[in-house]
């Protein structure tokens, strides 16, 4: 039987709240648990006490007897000091997205177009001039 430390949402809509549960990971989301072993309330400020409870007793038993945690319980665990940070790195931050990257062609195609443009009419005027002053000098 696979373990899990995980949220269970509760609360109305647009209004969550959470309860931070033991349960067996075939368990659907909101559905049976074995122990609740605390709370998260998204809806509070940052700094407060209230945003998140956990019996850190229970907790440490449960990742003893083999619970893995879910990244977000992971990250309050490892804000609360119970897990050691762990690194995470985002290949993927910064780089565009599919939108993005043909929204850059499609401009760089526009400006390649304008520097033709803008080249070619500025040469013509170069090809013209010795043509005008053959004909002041006639």
Do not use: C
Request: glycine share 6%; aromatic share 2%; proline share 7%.
């Amino acid at each position: 039987m696979a373990m899990k430390i995980r949220l269970a949402r509760g609360g109305s809509k647009k209004r969550p709240h959470y309860a931070i549960v033991a349960a067996d990971s075939r368990m659907p989301r909101d559905g049976r648990f074995i122990e609740k072993l605390g709370t998260y309330a998204p809806m509070l400020p940052k700094d407060s006490e209230e945003r998140v409870k956990m019996d850190m007793e229970r907790v440490q038993h449960w990742l003893g007897q083999g619970a893995q945690p879910t990244d977000r319980v992971a990250r309050m665990l490892e804000a609360a000091g119970v897990m050691p940070k762990k690194d995470r790195v985002n290949l993927k931050k910064g780089t565009p997205g599919k939108a993005a990257k043909a929204r850059a062609e499609e401009k760089a195609a526009k400006a390649a177009a304008a520097a033709e443009a803008a080249a070619a009419p500025a040469e013509a005027p170069v090809e013209e001039a010795p043509a005008a002053e053959e004909a002041a000098a006639e």
